[in-house]
């Protein structure tokens, strides 16, 4: 088995990881940590290409990816804690804040 | 020998995976998570590419890491509509962490061994990815800075007072 199957197997698998924790968990902050292992699944696929075609703009993307990351943990949490000052909020189907 | 390292690091981001999305405790998905992080970490040093590896571990293994243990502690108890209700089996933790101490053992040995079977980042590589960031997306690195400082001063807002 070579590297590159090895790194799209571990890359697809943290994608549907991720994207099953996005999809069946109803908690928001499982949520946001699907959304982290989605990104990361994406930065391992750059940064085997950027090595493999000796290219830097795959490491430059996924240096940005983790900034992005970053930023997002920062909104998505904040923003469930703000949401979750009255002990609404935990679950998806609680949040009606912008139906209403 | 490097490739059954890099085989044995992601079976074991994976199982980390499986186990994230099977935990109904958010600390025990949380900690699942940071395990991957840690292992796509070792993924990145053994593709070369140091740097990212290092930030992976200083940006997300430890601020994203803290921000998330966080907010669990601050978000209320309400855990008892989940589907979930998988706890983390002793033998499975004994497994995973044997797996992760015989991944650490290859790799001492295959960088005794030398080379890796694969195109590697190299330091010019590292230099180049310097040189776009603060070149042509220089623009790209300035927003992601800036958002990251956005974010943080529309927390402090909502502080005060969402409206």
Redesign the interface.
């Given at each position: 088995?070579?590297?590159?199957v090895?790194?799209w197997?571990?890359s697809g698998?943290?994608f549907l990881?991720?994207a099953?924790?996005l999809v069946?968990?109803?908690?928001l902050?499982?949520m946001?940590?699907g959304l982290?292992?989605l990104l990361?699944a994406a930065?391992?696929g750059f940064?085997?290409y950027?090595?493999?075609w000796?290219?830097?703009?795959g490491?430059?993307i996924?240096?940005?990816v983790?900034?992005?990351?970053?930023?997002e943990?920062?909104?998505g949490?904040?923003f469930?804690?703000?949401l979750?000052r009255d002990?609404s909020a935990?679950?998806t189907g609680d949040i009606r804040a912008l139906a209403d | 020998m490097a490739?059954t390292v890099?085989?044995v690091?992601?079976v074991v981001?994976?199982l980390l995976?499986?186990l994230?999305?099977l935990q109904k405790s958010?600390y025990s998905?949380?900690i699942c998570?940071m395990g991957?992080?840690l292992q796509?970490a070792a993924?990145?040093l053994l593709?070369?590419?140091q740097i990212?590896a290092f930030?992976?571990v200083l940006?997300?293994a430890g601020?994203?890491m803290v921000?998330?243990v966080?907010?669990?502690m601050?978000?209320?108890p309400?855990?008892g509509?989940?589907?979930?209700e998988n706890h983390l089996p002793s033998w499975l933790l004994g497994l995973i962490f044997g797996l992760a101490a015989t991944e650490a053992c290859l790799a001492l040995a295959s960088r005794r061994g030398g080379s890796v079977?694969?195109?590697?980042?190299?330091r010019a590589?590292?230099m180049?990815?310097a040189?776009?960031?603060f070149g042509r997306?220089a623009l790209?690195?300035e927003s992601?800075?800036l958002?990251?400082l956005l974010?943080?001063l529309?927390?402090l807002r909502?502080e005060d007072g969402?409206r």
């Open positions: 088995m070579n590297a590159e090895i790194i197997a571990i698998f943290l990881a991720g099953a924790l069946f968990r109803r908690q902050l499982a946001i940590l982290e292992l990361n930065g391992l940064v085997y950027s090595a493999r000796q290219n830097a703009e490491l430059a996924a240096l940005l983790i900034a992005v990351a970053a930023a943990a920062v909104v949490l904040g469930l804690i703000a979750s002990g935990a679950e | 490739v890099l085989a690091s992601g981001a994976g995976a499986v994230m999305f958010l998905s949380a998570l991957v992080l796509v993924i990145y593709l070369g590419a990212l930030l992976q940006v997300y601020a994203i921000l998330i966080i907010a669990i601050a978000a209320p309400r855990l509509s989940l589907w979930a079977p694969w195109s590697v980042v190299t590589l590292e180049d990815m040189g776009l960031l997306y790209m690195t992601a800075g958002l990251i974010s943080a529309a927390l909502y969402p």
